[in-house]
């Protein structure tokens, strides 16, 4: 990573959450894009499945809640 690019993105009031939080992360990627172990299709599908509710007209706070649930419940979490 180029760190003065970093520190320079960082610094300007142009810089938004997700650009912070890309130009910050520092954790291990799995070769699937992030999602280790067996469920990556399921959770690409879910994602895939909002995205397309999304685009159609779904209401968001819904369908993103929705997902939320599907993929916690995949990988335990807690919401």
Known sequence: MDTTARDELLASD???PQMTF?????NELTQWGGFPGAHT????DIIE???QQLQTGADADTTVQDAVESINAIVGAVS
């Open 41 to 44: 299709a399921e959770i690409y």
């Open 22 to 26: 890309a130009w910050t992360f520092d």
């Open 14 to 16: 142009q810089a938004t």
């Open 49 to 51: 499945v909002m995205n």
